[in-house]
């Protein structure tokens, strides 16, 4: 009696614990959907390291995007990625990585979390708002483990948190606006011109 009583309580565990990973799922999901039904859009937020916390912005339209945290800026027009530092006034040139999904190096996929890269699990939910792990698959295991804190209605993220090493990024999302009329692609652009004096650091 006392193993099938054990029995059944394994499936229990094992039931709930899946019916609580289908959940953090749909909600990653109903995510990311949103975020790819906007073409252009713009994000404020700010980024907490210790005690540091640093407001930042940045704008996607489809694979290009600029950035721009503190005196920092980074310029991306879909190929190649231009992060512009004021203070060594230098230029540093590389390839887009596609595979990041770090809001700090590609946002165009920084809530793009696709089925299959990712596992998922709720951690808990606290006054509406749901704080999902999601965990690399052994495939992909070098994008490490997310945190996202969404409100479980509207599964808007209010928070991104990247453990990396032990250390911990929090990305606190302010606000999320789609851009509407013609966007200048300008902005996307890096223009050596603006940048006369600085040394460009090209590695692709």
Known sequence: MKKVIAFIFTLLCVANAWAQ????KALIGRLSEQMRSMENYEVSFAVKSGDQKIKGYYAVSGEKYYISIG???????????????????????????TKSHNILTNPTRAFDFIDGEFNFT???????ITTVKLTSTAENAALGVI????????????????DVDGAQIIIEIASIDELTGM???????????????YEIVDFR
């Open 21 to 24: 990973d289908s959940d953090a």
């Open 183 to 197: 966007v200048d692609i300008s902005m996307f652009t890096f223009d050596k011109n603006n940048y006369r004096g």
């Open 147 to 162: 945190f996202v804190a969404l409100d479980a209605a509207t599964a808007q993220p209010r928070s991104l948190t990247y």
């Open 122 to 128: 709720t951690v808990g939910t606290e006054n509406g």
């Open 71 to 97: 005196d920092a800026e980074v310029f991306c027009d879909g190929g190649a990625r231009y992060e512009v530092n004021a203070q060594n006034k230098e230029v540093t040139v590389d390839a887009v990585d």
